[in-house]
Each structure stands twice: as C-alpha cells, then as structure tokens.
C-alpha cells in the first residue's frame, strides 16, 4: 500500500518520516489522531491496534483516528504518568463526562476515571463554583499559564509533577489493547504491516 500525506497530530510531537509515509505534525490541543490523507475520518473510538484498522478499512472505512494510540508513543508530549495511565487502564475505566470542562464548557470527553473525577461524582457532578477544590493549582506551564483542578489540559512531560491523579487523562475505549509505548515509526510500521 502506497499511503502519501499521512497526518499525525499528536501532543506537538516531532516524528520521521517512513519508508513510504509522508508524516507532518500539528498541534492539536493536547488531543492526537491518524488520518490518512482524508479531511475527516469514518471510523473513531475505541481503535488502538493493527486489527482494529484493518476492521475499519475492510467494513468500508476511507481513514481511521487512532488518538489514544498516540498518546501513549515516545515522541508524545504527555507525561510519562498520563502514559502509564493508559497502559494499565481498560476500556471499562473510562467514562464520558462533562467533569474537566474548564476552558471548553458543555464539551464531554472520555477520560480515565481517576480521583478527581471520582470526588466530583461522589459530590453529584456540581456545575462549576461549587466543584470539590476546583481551585487548586495543578502545574504552570513555561509561559506561566496556570492549569487548575477540572482544567481540559492534559499532564504534559515538561510539567515537574508526581502524580496525575487530578488531571484530565483523555483516552478512549481501545486502551485495553495499548501495552506499550512505542516510537511513532515503530507503531506505524506495525499498523501498515502486511
């Protein structure tokens, strides 16, 4: 297969070139994606391997999204910690929520249920200015922007943190099948393999 204009938004990741992959980066708010050439892709949600791409294609899919899948790579700009999250949860861990919705109100995402997540829940999911420490600091980035408790951001590696249970941890149902942390060549090769 001769894939030309392959686009990999992942986390503000520089990645190379394949052997017959164009790849070009952009940054795309924290969120990561494969699509193939194509401006919006059929098949989302819960696909993560070789398998589930071939599926995708074979049912008629002209481009897949594998987002969660490029989070967990060694080029991503999330932290080490968001990376293992993903690695140990499953499917079953993650629920869509309104929860971390500073930045972006009424916008749901699927996330890794954590401990801030559970707190809000636990507290009847409260509409914010009454949320379970919703002030609290979280990291300040380079800049000094300040990322607070139910902030839409994602742990990135450049923030010296210890522990990520009180951030947002996008990731969708297919992480069951993410064990790994491969480089962004090495996880396309394995996609495109015959």
Known sequence: ???????????????????NLTAAVSN??????????????????????????????HEGATAVMLGTRFVATQESDAHPLYKDAILAAKGSDTVNTTCYNDGWPNATHRVIRNQLFNSWESAGCPQPGSRPGENLLLAEDSTGYKIRKYAFSNPKKAFPINDVSDWCLYAGLGCDRIKDVPSVTELIDRLWSK
Do not use: R
């Open 1 to 19: 297969m001769n894939i030309q204009n392959l686009e990999i938004p992942i986390l503000q990741a520089p990645i190379e070139a394949t052997a």
């Open 28 to 57: 795309t708010g924290g969120m990561g994606s494969l699509g193939l050439a194509w401006e919006q892709p059929d098949t989302a949600g819960g696909l993560a391997d070789k398998d589930d791409v071939n599926w995708a294609l």
